[in-house]
T-cell receptor
Framework: DVKVTQSSRYLVKRTGEKVFLECVQD?????MFWYRQDPGLGLRLIYF???????EKGDIPEGYSVSREKKERFSLILESASTNQTSMYLC???????????????FGNGTRLTVT | GQNIDQPTEMTATEGAIVQINCTYQ??????LFWYQQHAGEAPTFLSY????GLEEKGRFSSFLSRSKGYSYLLLKELQMKDSASYLC???????????FGGGTRLMVKP
């Protein structure tokens, strides 16, 4: 079974702090994603990565950056946390193959971040 | 861009059948996914449709009509453990990204 592990389940940070959310997957997946999930808004894509050192903006990248130095690890960085970044953050990974388009996303359990 | 709509909440009775609808508008379509998410847990993959028709997987079935921009998830013989949110997600032809609807929270009552 694919395992996607997020380093923290709950985090509380202060406004202006730099925040790192870490995600590791153990199935050698090429694709990795960061979403945030808010009531009524569903999952919204922040950033994704197709390969090491590659990153692409999703729908809501403002206020975030990412790092993919190793294939198995994808980090989300909040440079200066703000209260509107209080949310559930979900990391996911998927395989790229000849039949890539039906490759489902495998999600981590999420990190609930509160910015005060 | 994409626009994906699904009902916010539904209630059904244990043992019954429920249909959760999803409509979408997209500039390019390359597959529709359904995920189940229990409260406080990660979404888990349920089904995938890329061609028109019905895909059956045990108690769960998913239907797609590309011309209508419409899909539904059918849950039969409902069990209490089926109480969860059900997420519809569409993949565009360009790229490997999924865009999610807001999710439908299903409550199964005895």
């Amino acid at each position: 079974d694919v395992k996607v592990t997020q380093s923290s389940r709950y985090l509380v940070k202060r406004t202006g702090e730099k925040v790192f959310l870490e995600c590791v997957q153990d199935m050698d997946h090429e694709n990795m994603f960061w979403y945030r999930q808010d009531p009524g808004l569903g999952l919204r894509l922040i950033y994704f990565s197709y390969d090491v050192k590659m990153k692409e903006k999703g729908d809501i990248p403002e206020g975030y950056s990412v790092s993919r130095e190793k294939k198995e690890r994808f980090s989300l960085i909040l440079e200066s946390a703000s209260t509107n970044q209080t949310s559930m953050y979900l990391c996911a990974s998927s395989l790229v193959s000849g039949d890539a388009y039906n490759s489902p996303l495998h999600f981590g359990n999420g990190t609930r971040l509160t910015v005060t | 861009g994409q626009n994906i709509d699904q009902p916010t909440e539904m209630t059904a009775t244990e043992g019954a059948i429920v249909q959760i609808n999803c409509t979408y508008q997209t500039s390019g379509f390359n597959g529709l996914f359904w995920y189940q998410q229990h409260a406080g847990e990660a979404p888990t993959f349920l089904s995938y449709n890329v061609l028109d028709g019905l895909e059956e997987k045990g108690r769960f079935s998913s239907f797609l009509s590309r011309s209508k921009g419409y899909s539904y998830l059918l849950l039969k013989e409902l069990q209490m453990k089926d109480s969860a949110s059900y997420l519809c997600a569409v993949r565009e032809t360009a790229g490997n990204m999924l865009t999610f609807g807001g999710g439908t929270r299903l409550m199964v009552k005895p």
